[in-house]
């Protein structure tokens, strides 16, 4: 019998569609009657969702101009 | 000179689920794989073309090449060695190294699993350098001393607003900065980049397993920084 703990082992392989389809359906099940491993699921699935819009890929300009320029000079001295 | 082509079999499950959600809905929603697909085939196609470009000598086209990656490139960088200005000479390393290694690029992956590659390789071999402690991490010793904190509805229940309010966001980078290196970066790659998990372990160089088990850790992790700080903070509209 599974416990808790396992299902929420098995969360992150969930969210990353690894599991197999009978795991989801017990994952599935767990969810709907176990309250807390739910949560748990609820706040791993906010985590990567943030985690996926929350950090920035902006370079600073200072930054790229400088790049721009390092290339420049190094790539065609090659 | 023969052109590189587009070779390899694409993996329609490269980007994580929850991407396509509505960021509301998990179980059940639909998720328009095919024209994923499509799409990052076009994006290949176009790498591959400019990559040809420059092969034959046409350096603008490398310059739309590091136009295009070099925000994902810097951020990834910043997360792994955190220091700003470490990172920018990481970035020029890495740019330059891809740019001295073009002729060597088979196609056999796309061209951003392999230029975040030679960013990780670059940030690694720093890092082992000057600041071993950082990466000779024990993944089993962290795994003992980690505790699973008691659920809460407090985080989930908090607005994505708020979630990714400018103080939101500083939390988020500052959940995956405490993280060992060794995790942050699958982290990053995979949720942040959205890297499949067969490239994570191509570009860090690690088992899928092992890639597994570290985004396991590495996500609850981050989940139990983030659920602290919102039960702290109050934040929700729901208390």
């Known amino acids: 019998m599974k416990k808790c703990k396992d299902f929420c082992d098995q969360l992150s392989d969930y969210l990353d569609n690894e599991l197999g389809a009978n795991e989801c359906v017990l994952i599935e099940e767990h969810l709907e009657k176990c309250a807390p491993c739910a949560l748990i699921f609820e706040s791993l699935r906010t985590t990567v969702l943030v985690c996926s819009e929350g950090i920035s890929d902006k370079v600073p300009d200072e930054v790229r101009v400088r790049l721009k320029e390092f290339l420049r000079i190094n790539c065609r001295a090659d | 000179m023969t052109d590189i082509q587009l070779s390899y079999d694409l993996d329609t499950k490269w980007l994580p689920n929850y991407l396509y959600s509505d960021n509301i809905i998990f179980l059940g929603v639909f998720f328009p ?10 994006i290949m196609e176009e790498d591959l073309q400019f990559i040809n470009d420059t092969l034959r000598g046409n ?15 810097y951020r990834h960088l910043r997360k792994m060695v955190t220091d700003a200005s470490l990172a920018e000479d990481l970035l020029q390393d890495t740019f330059l190294s891809a740019y001295r290694g ?9 061209f951003s699993t392999w230029l975040f590659r030679i960013a990780t390789n670059a940030a690694l071999m720093y890092l082992r350098r000057e600041r071993p402690e950082t990466v000779e991490y024990d993944d089993k010793i962290f795994s003992e001393l ?25 939390k988020i980078e500052e959940a995956i900065d405490q993280l060992p290196v060794i995790y942050k970066s699958v982290v990053v790659l995979r949720d942040v980049e959205g ?3 067969e490239e994570v372990a191509s570009i860090v160089g690690a088992s899928i397993p092992a890639v597994k088990s570290r985004l396991h850790r590495a996500r609850n992790i981050v989940r139990e920084t983030l659920t602290s700080y919102y ?6 509209r729901n208390l």
């Open chain 2, 33 to 42: 794989e095919i024209n994923v697909a499509q799409n990052r085939d076009l």
């Open chain 2, 59 to 73: 350096f603008n086209s490398f310059e739309r090449l590091v136009d295009k990656y070099q925000g994902r490139i």
């Open chain 2, 102 to 110: 073009l002729n060597g690029f088979t196609g056999a992956s796309s």
């Open chain 2, 146 to 170: 980690s505790e699973v904190l008691p659920p809460s509805p407090t985080f989930v229940a908090t607005p994505l607003e708020i979630l990714l309010s400018m103080e939101g966001k500083a």
């Open chain 2, 195 to 197: 890297f499949s998990l």
């Open chain 2, 231 to 236: 039960m702290e903070k109050g934040l929700s």
